[in-house]
């Protein structure tokens, strides 16, 4: 696969350790650094300046992890499980790839689009067949796989009711999950109980809604960061990190944190 300059930009900026974001002089490391890659769509992904305040909660999620647990984050707009692994872009995770790496898997927002061919999966058969080579993938390099349920997107019913969105999605890879023996994030309930708490104003300023725009399934800075720290707990109730791999996880964290890199050409 020929990758665009903003793809290889992308990727020289994808593996971002904590310490490059905030200095945390009282974590020293005493354990060896190991990198959390991100496989997922546009909820996930790196965002650049022309699409602020627009922020995926893979640029976030360093800002809970210990600084030698460096984020490594692929994820990109639109991908599906299918088209991510059609377009080459698993393939490049597994050559960078190392034992004892985790490989976060966060597919289902475009596995849904079931009039694009390119991106569709059925959920009890072909979206489950393509979450198993990136199990597998993992696995066969020594990496430990981790499957995250898709994050909900803002839906209210006119009671006020948070409504799922994603189908049979998320009870198939529950389902695998279980099957396989990998580690599960369930944020897609995480974050349906949490819009549910905020209610339907509130969430309003977690999305992106802006003066010219109403988002309600990407993130602005206040929504990703809620929603790494989700990951990062569940990062920890799951037993994939430990408790001394997390930190800030009561912490208010700074919209100012996030930053956009410039497009690139």
């Known amino acids: 696969m020929s990758l665009s300059r903003r793809q290889v930009a992308a990727a020289a900026l994808a593996a971002v350790p904590l ?13 060896s650094s190991r990198t959390l890659y991100i496989a997922g769509d546009s909820t996930a992904a790196q965002k650049y300046v022309s699409a602020a305040p627009e922020t995926g ?30 377009e080459g872009r698993l393939d490049v995770i597994l ?24 991106r569709y999966t059925e959920p009890w058969s072909t979206y489950q067949e393509y979450l198993r080579r990136y199990v597998e993938g993992a696995r066969a390099r020594g990496a430990r796989p981790v499957l995250a349920t898709s994050v909900e997107r803002r839906r209210f019913d006119g009671a006020g009711k948070a409504l799922p969105s994603h189908g049979e999605y998320p009870a198939a890879m529950r389902a695998l999950a279980a099957e396989e023996g990998v580690a599960l994030l369930d ?17 309003k300023a977690y999305f992106n809604w802006t003066a010219t725009e109403q988002d309600n399934t990407h993130f602005n800075p206040p929504g990703a960061i809620a929603v790494a720290r989700m990951v990062a707990r569940e990062l920890v109730r799951a037993r994939v990190l430990a408790p001394r791999d997390v930190l800030r996880l009561e912490d208010e964290i700074p919209d100012s944190w996030i930053t956009w890199p410039s497009d690139v050409e």
């Not at 949490?194 to 509130?202: A, R, S, T």
């Open 57 to 86: 909660w893979g640029m976030a999620l360093p800002f809970f992890l210990h600084k030698d647990r460096v984020v490594s984050n692929h994820a990109v707009n639109g991908r599906s499980s299918k088209s991510f692994i059609d």
């Open 95 to 118: 050559s960078a790839i190392r034992p004892g790496d985790l490989l976060l898997i966060q597919f289902g927002h475009n596995d849904e689009k079931t009039t694009d061919p390119t």
């Open 19 to 31: 310490g490059a974001a905030v200095s945390s002089p009282a974590h020293a490391s005493r354990h």
């Open 187 to 203: 944020v897609q309930a995480l974050s349906l109980a949490l819009w549910q708490e905020l209610g339907v104003e509130e969430t």
